[in-house]
């Protein structure tokens, strides 16, 4: 397991435009390392012989899609701040 350092946390912290002070940086190491403990243990698990194709929800099991009538247009706009022709009218978010 790759041990993380201070300057690792650091970079990662520059990355992501944060800033912590020595003292988190030191917290953060140790939930790094158990983090990558963890994916260590995930990565040396012993899987021959599983069936990695096995599905938790059997497919038969699964409902058929169906369509179903919606909710009339004026009682889903009734508590709309805004609406405007039959649609919800937001404010412009993307120039």
């Not at 938790?56 to 709309?80: C, G, Y």
């Given at each position: ?22 003292e988190k ?39 058929e899609d ?24 937001v404010p412009?978010?993307?120039?």
């Amino acid at each position: 397991m790759k041990t993380v350092t201070s300057e690792d946390i650091k970079h990662l912290a520059s990355l992501s435009a944060l800033d912590f002070d020595e003292e988190k940086i030191e917290e953060f190491k140790g939930e790094f390392e158990s983090i990558l403990g963890f994916v260590d243990q995930i990565a040396n698990a012993k899987i021959e012989g599983v069936d990695t194709f096995n599905r938790s929800v059997p497919v038969a099991q699964l409902r058929e899609d169906e369509a179903k009538e919606s909710a009339p247009v004026e009682v889903l706009l009734k508590n709309a701040p805004k609406q405007r022709k039959g649609y919800f009218n937001v404010p412009k978010v993307v120039d």
